[in-house]
Structure formats: structure tokens, C-alpha cells
Antibody, heavy 119, light 107 residues
Framework: EVQLVQSGAEVKKPGESLRISCKGS????????ITWVRQMPGKGLEWMGR????????NYSPSFQGHVTISADKSITTAYLQWSSLKASDTAMYYC????????????WGQGTLVTVSS | SYELTQPPSVSVSPGQTASITCSGD??????ACWYQQKPGQSPVLVIY???KRPSGSPERFSGSNSGNTATLTISGTQAMDEADYYC??????????FGGGTKLTVL
């Protein structure tokens, strides 16, 4: 069974750094890209970017390029999303999901990580 | 940047057919997929590659994509289908793009 298990909820202050994780299991981790999706409170889904775990090649949405960093460690089948300096506007639910790489749909999703940034 | 447009809301009576549209420039030249999201839950893929159903997606869900519009159709809509629905496509310069989402109400 394919599973993506994300790290737990975080509460941070503006300016702090953060890294959240997404651990894949039940499949060959390098077979699918991993995508990150943001959902702000009461809002829709936003595609942030994706990574190929086999070589750590990344694509970013222009809206998120330079604001976040996506990385992966295939040895521990884990992908990461990180911020160097959080803002209150980063408060959101963040999902990781697999990317089919051919037609780019996401068959498998993590449970989400809620990030709250507040002073 | 590439954009996908969905109606904010659609209403349907139980047992009737619901149609949710997704519009984008030459969307028919790309693959479209659809996700269902219920409150407090992660999205679930219900249609991919325009009209394919993943395992576990009920047969009442179907999709089409032509011209500038992709459509998700739910036949014999049930109360359990009440949810938010999002279309998604891939653009070579923007990456993954989601529509704004449609709230389906079954009443």
C-alpha cells in the first residue's frame, strides 16, 4: 500500500525557519515525483513545486520560486519543504502528493501538515 | 501564467446529474484531472487523463476534455458526493495548475 506520511503540525513565529517532511512507503520512492500543494485557510489548492527523488531535480511554480525549497533524501524515502524566514501569510495546510510524471496527476496524498505562523 | 476557471458553486438534486466545468486556453490539448476534497480531508483523485477513473473512484464519475473546457460529470449524484472539486492541468511554463474549486451541494 502506497503511503505518504507527513510530519506533525507546527506553530512558528515570523522570521523563523522551518522544514516539514513527507515519508513515502509501500512503493519505489524514486518511481514518482513528489509534489507539494498549499491550501490556505478556507481557500483552494495551489501547486507549489515538485521534485524527482531519483536525482533531486526540481520544478517550482513561479509564485513560489525563491520563497520555499523542496528537497529529498532517497536513502530515507523522504521529501522536504522548507522556509528560511516564515511570514504570517505562510499559514496554511501543506500537502505532499505523488506525481505521475507523465500526465502529472496525483494518485496518492499525504494527510497534510498544518503550519501556523503567528507572533 | 496559465489559469483554469471553475464555477464557485454547483447545486444538484439527489439522483440527478451534476456537471462541473473547468476552462482554460486550449485545455483540450492538455490532460485534465479532477480531485474531490471533503472538509478536513486530503484531496482524492476521481478522474485522470481526461476520462480515466482510478481504482476506487465510483463509476458514476466521468470526465471529458475538448477545446477550452474539461467537464466532470457525476451521474446519479449521491449525498456523499457533496464536496469541493478541483480540476488540474499541467502547463510547460507554469507547472501544475489548479482551478479555483467548485463547491458541489446536493439538496
Amino acid at each position: 500500500e502506497v503511503q505518504l506520511v507527513q510530519s506533525g503540525a507546527e506553530v512558528k513565529k515570523p522570521g523563523e525557519s522551518l522544514r516539514i517532511s513527507c515519508k513515502g512507503s509501500g512503493y519505489s520512492f524514486t518511481s514518482y515525483w513528489i509534489t507539494w500543494v498549499r491550501q490556505m485557510p478556507g481557500k483552494g489548492l495551489e501547486w507549489m513545486g515538485r521534485i524527482d527523488p531519483s536525482d533531486s531535480y526540481t520544478n517550482y511554480s513561479p509564485s513560489f520560486q525563491g520563497h520555499v525549497t523542496i528537497s529529498a533524501d532517497k536513502s530515507i524515502t523522504t521529501a522536504y519543504l522548507q522556509w528560511s524566514s516564515l511570514k504570517a501569510s505562510d499559514t496554511a495546510m501543506y500537502y505532499c502528493a505523488t506525481d505521475s510524471s507523465s500526465s502529472h496527476e496525483s494518485h496518492y496524498w499525504g494527510q497534510g501538515t498544518l503550519v501556523t505562523v503567528s507572533s | 501564467s496559465y489559469e483554469l476557471t471553475q464555477p464557485p458553486s454547483v447545486s444538484v438534486s439527489p439522483g440527478q446529474t451534476a456537471s462541473i466545468t473547468c476552462s482554460g486556453d486550449k485545455l483540450g490539448d492538455k490532460y485534465a484531472c479532477w480531485y474531490q476534497q471533503k472538509p478536513g480531508q486530503s484531496p482524492v483523485l476521481v478522474i485522470y487523463e481526461d476520462n480515466k477513473r482510478p481504482s476506487g473512484s465510483p463509476e458514476r464519475f466521468s470526465g471529458s476534455n475538448s477545446g477550452n473546457t474539461a467537464t466532470l460529470t457525476i451521474s446519479g449524484t449521491q449525498a456523499m458526493d457533496e464536496a469541493d472539486y478541483y480540476c488540474q492541468a499541467w502547463d510547460s511554463s507554469t507547472g501544475g495548475v489548479f482551478g479555483g474549486g467548485t463547491k458541489l451541494t446536493v439538496l
